[in-house]
Every structure is written in C-alpha cells, then in structure tokens.
C-alpha cells in the first residue's frame, strides 16, 4: 500500500502517504506514486479525478449498495491481487456472518425499528439501497426510511419524532455526532433508546461486518428485549 486518504485506518498503512481526503486528493501525489493500481469508490471519490487517473493507471471503482455486494466486491480484490489460491478471506467472512445472524435472529421476533442519521444541517438518513440498511436488517433491525424514494432522505425533526423509532443510532461518522445532539433528541423523544455508537459498525466493508455485526446486534436484540 503506497498511498491512502487521512480516512483510511491507521493501522498497518503507518509506511504509506497521505494523498489528502477523499472528496479532494492530490493528484500529483497519487501520481508521483506510480502505483499499479488505484481503487475508487463512487461515492467517495471526485468523478472528474478517477477519470483523469484512469489515463494513466489502471482504476478498479467499487459501489457496494449492500452486503451481498461488499462479498461480491472482496472477490474481486482476491482475484486482482491473486488471493485466491492463498486464504478464501469472503469464505470466512460469509460463513461466520451466518453464524452470528443466525444464532441471535432466530428466536428473535421483535424488529425495533431504527432510525440512522449520516448527516445534521440538515438530518440525513438512508434507505434501503445503501450498505448501512443492509446491516441493519442483519443485525435484526428496522430502518425507518428504508422505503423513502431518496436514497439519503433529507428530514426534519418532526417527522423523526412522529415517526417514533424504537432505537435511534447516532455514528461518528461521516458526520460526529455527540452528546449534545443525543440530548438534543431526547428533549422530544424521551422514551427511545438512543446509542452513539462507533460508525464503523455499519458502514465498513470487510472482515469489519462480522465485528459490526456482532456490536450492533448487542444495542439492537440484547439491549432492546
């Protein structure tokens, strides 16, 4: 790894360079790198960079909306760098999500609906084409916009409140949300449990479901029946 942005994780990439955020890169970092590839991400990544890089470097762009996606999308990256004969890493992963899903859904059959906020000034939330819905409903929850026409629906507080979630789950990221935006719901939703929670849980790919899985799992199931 020779280059990332200052929202990868730290961990084992201390050697590489910062090539800046996701939303602004330094193309001429990336380029001066000379790497044998870059990956991209729709969402995350400047169109009009990853086209400019594409005519130079090869440029593997993922768009995983959901889990299914996010395997589909590990299998290509064991293919890419030639993993695959090595350690079958989507196997593993596949088979310990259903391992835990199983174990805790099953004899579950109340769904706490749950409201997720990515965003504030305005709220923002997200419905069910995104990899965070998807996680919710694995770990045995409810979206409460998951059939909103808009992918990420703008709301206000009202329609939060009317809408009554069992469960509201404030993430650090991409927007921190803090103590103060707990109380701030609490003064008209009293009665609702309402988590700030580590935002790497429901919205990183990877080995870091099953992780997620399990930590969302314990605010939604265990701590809701």
Same mark, same amino acid.
Request: with cysteine; hydrophobic share 35%.
């Given at each position: ?5 200052? $929202? ?16 602004? &890169?330094?193309?001429? #970092? ?5 790497? *044998? ?9 400047? #169109? ?20 299914? *996606? ?5 299998? #290509? ?21 259903? $391992? ?7 004899? &579950? ?10 965003? #504030? ?16 409903? %694995? ?55 309402? $988590? ?19 930590? %969302?799992?314990?605010?939604?199931? *265990? *701590?809701?029946?």
């Amino acid at each position: 790894m020779v280059g990332t942005t200052r $929202y990868c994780p730290k961990h084992s990439l201390s050697s590489s360079t910062s090539i800046g955020g996701t939303k602004k &890169v330094s193309l001429k #970092k990336i380029i001066d790198l000379k790497p *044998d590839i870059i990956i991209a991400n729709i969402e995350e990544n400047d #169109k009009e960079d990853v086209e400019e890089l594409m005519e130079t470097f090869p440029v593997f762009v993922t768009y995983p909306k959901n889990y299914n *996606d996010s395997i589909e999308m590990l299998k #290509k990256f064991q293919i890419l760098f030639g993993l695959s004969e090595k350690i079958n890493i989507t196997n593993i992963i596949s088979e310990g999500m259903k $391992y835990i899903t199983a174990s805790k859904i099953k004899s &579950v059959t109340y769904q706490p609906r749950v409201f997720y906020p990515i965003w #504030k000034n305005p709220w923002m939330s997200i419905n069910n084409d995104t990899f965070i819905d998807s996680m919710i409903s %694995l770990a045995g929850g409810q979206n409460i916009f998951r059939d909103s026409k808009d992918r990420y629906p703008t709301i206000d507080i009202d329609t939060i409140d009317n809408l009554n979630p069992d469960i509201i789950l404030l993430p650090d990221e991409p927007y921190k949300f803090t103590v103060q935006d707990k109380l701030e719901l609490m003064k008209n939703m009293d009665k609702n449990k309402i $988590y700030l929670i580590d935002g790497s849980w429901a919205s990183w790919y990877g080995v870091r479901s099953i992780t997620g899985i399990v930590q %969302l799992q314990q605010i939604l199931i *265990d *701590d809701s029946t």
